[in-house]
């Protein structure tokens, strides 16, 4: 986590670069960045299973025929019901490589 001071810094490198919506500010900039964290600490996990192929745009790129391998990962990589990691059967997360250079 970043400390309080770095947010309002991000703000005015990020003000140059915005041509739609509305004005970002220190705290949903801070909030953004926990959503991400949440979200990669979700996908890490999956990338890391063995002998299954992680894409960034294709997810585990699971076909509906294999559904059953499929419900068997949840059940592996989390321990409570998580509906975003439903979302990863066949589409990636197109940040996850930058998140992961990142963290």
Not at 2 to 29: I, N, Q, R
Not at 49 to 71: A, C, H, M, Q, R
Request: hydrophobic share 40%.
């Amino acid at each position: 986590h970043f400390k309080p001071g770095f947010w309002p810094k991000v703000v005015l490198h990020l003000v140059p670069l915005l041509t739609k919506g509305p004005a970002k500010s220190a705290t949903s900039c801070n909030s953004k960045w926990g959503r991400l964290c949440t979200k990669y600490n979700l996908v890490k996990p999956i990338t890391n299973l063995s002998g299954i192929p992680w894409d960034d745009e294709l997810g585990l790129n699971i076909l509906d025929k294999v559904e059953t391998v499929w419900k068997e990962l949840i059940m592996l990589i989390t321990t409570q019901k998580n509906p975003v990691a439903n979302s990863f059967r066949k589409k990636g997360w197109t940040h996850f490589s930058a998140m992961h250079a990142l963290l």
